[in-house]
């Protein structure tokens, strides 16, 4: 099975490309612009020209290619959506599941290791409640925004204070949203944050304590009620079978010149790809692809300034074409080719 996932993101794109997306989509009631900003036209165009190069020497292979293009892995739904619709009872069980992503890196150069490649991923909504009242007689309101402010600060004491040094994690609060008007104290806020782990034992105690904080914040002002913490998505790990990432790095170091293949790192990153391997009870392997200009990327190595380059979800983020799409087409067709020769 070789998976691309298909979704865009509500972006303005900036990159100035005659390609530039100009299209609108629906979200949440309203009018957004839309862009390919994590390179998912990419992958969609790697997977079109890796099947139709396989379906042309249909004689120089043996076995089942399945090309499953996937929707909504920005929303961390589209893999269990298409499990959940009968995949696994549709299709024969594959072999191995392979994957791979445009990111920033000199283009057609891949990045590829065992174990565990992208975090775990917690979306959260928090809902704190208070008693509103008047500005000007704060006496008789419990103020939620001071209740939710709290724990903006003290939730980052859990990856200071609570994790090992050892165990990477990142706790992110993106949203904090409360009243409308400035002198008018309202009745809740609501806090949403996002959290990445690389260990599902980490992930349990950080989940733990978030709840921990925020109840007990909440008991602290005399909250009337306890707070609500709604999971908005979740993201798994993903995991490189060892055995057959082996054999995908041994096929793409045949194929390609010596330094087009690095050892990867796990990245905080999240996908749904996992999902595949996971629930099927198959191996299953995913890697990156560089898709910036290598002179580019040389010069702002160079001055420290790789981190200054358009990532994934940036509205300039435009990964250069040649030889990005030759070298993704070919990844595939030469990885797809180690089990089916």
Request: aromatic letters at 6%; proline letters at 8%.
């Amino acid at each position: 099975m070789l998976r691309a996932e298909m979704d865009a993101l509500p972006v303005q794109e900036a990159t100035g490309l005659p390609y530039a997306s100009s299209a609108t989509a629906t979200d949440g009631g309203k009018t957004v612009p839309v862009m390919h900003a994590c390179g998912h036209d990419m992958h969609v165009t790697w997977l079109i020209g890796a099947a139709a190069l396989f379906a042309q020497a249909r004689n120089a292979w043996r076995g089942t290619l399945m090309p499953v293009f996937q929707p909504a892995e920005e929303t961390a739904e589209g893999a269990q959506a298409m499990i959940d619709d009968g995949l696994f009872q549709r299709f024969p069980k594959p072999a191995v599941v392979l994957g791979q992503h445009v990111m920033v890196g000199p283009s057609g150069v891949f990045r590829l290791r065992p174990g565990v490649v992208t975090s775990a991923g917690d979306s959260l909504q928090i809902r704190m409640f208070g008693r509103g009242a008047h500005g000007s007689m704060p006496q008789a309101s419990i103020d939620p925004v001071v209740m939710a402010a709290a724990p903006v600060l003290r939730l980052q004491t859990i990856v200071s204070r609570e994790v090992a040094p050892t165990d990477a994690v990142v706790v992110t609060i993106g949203a904090l949203q409360a009243g409308a008007k400035e002198n008018v104290i309202p009745d809740e806020a609501v806090i949403k944050l996002n959290v990445r782990t690389f260990d599902e034992g980490v992930r349990g105690r950080v989940l733990a304590a978030i709840t921990r904080i925020v109840h007990a914040e909440a008991a602290a002002s005399g909250a009337p009620r306890p707070p609500e913490i709604t999971p908005l998505d979740r993201y798994p790990l993903v995991k490189n079978d060892p055995e057959s990432a082996q054999r995908v790095g041994d096929a793409v170091r045949r194929y390609f010149p010596a330094g087009r293949v690095q050892a990867g790192q796990p990245t905080t990153a999240s996908e749904d790809f996992g999902s595949f391997g996971a629930e099927w009870g198959v191996p299953s392997v995913f890697w990156f692809v560089g898709g910036t200009d290598p002179a580019a990327y040389a010069a702002a190595k160079a001055a420290g300034g790789v981190a200054d380059l358009p990532t994934n979800h940036s509205p300039h983020f435009a990964p250069v074409i040649h030889p990005t799409l030759e070298a993704g087409v070919e990844a595939l067709v030469v990885t797809a080719q180690a089990w089916l020769s």
